[in-house]
């Protein structure tokens, strides 16, 4: 099965399991999840190629389920920005 439609079955599977889904050029930074308004959202970083984007997804995806937050320190030092903001 190719990354697309995997992702696409990550991302159904994030729908089932209560989040909502906002997908946008988020410029590299590669989204996440976060929760206001009472729901939890995946943001989805349409800058990254497909293949980066299912990792990511299933990342934070195991993250939301284990109440743990994958560790992107690396990440945004390379970057130089942020990953939340509160």
Do not use: N
């Not at 959202?41 to 284990?66: C, H, K, N, Y």
């Amino acid at each position: 099965m190719h990354a697309v439609e995997l992702l696409e079955q990550a991302i159904g599977f994030a729908r089932k399991s209560g989040f909502r889904i906002r997908q946008e050029w988020l410029g590299g930074t590669g989204g996440g999840v976060c929760e206001f308004g009472g729901d939890r959202w995946l943001f989805i970083d349409l800058s990254l190629d497909p293949q980066e984007r299912l990792e990511r997804v299933l990342s934070e995806l195991e993250g939301a389920t284990t109440g743990q937050l994958p560790d992107r320190s690396e990440d945004r030092a390379q970057r130089g920005k942020p990953r939340r903001v509160a």
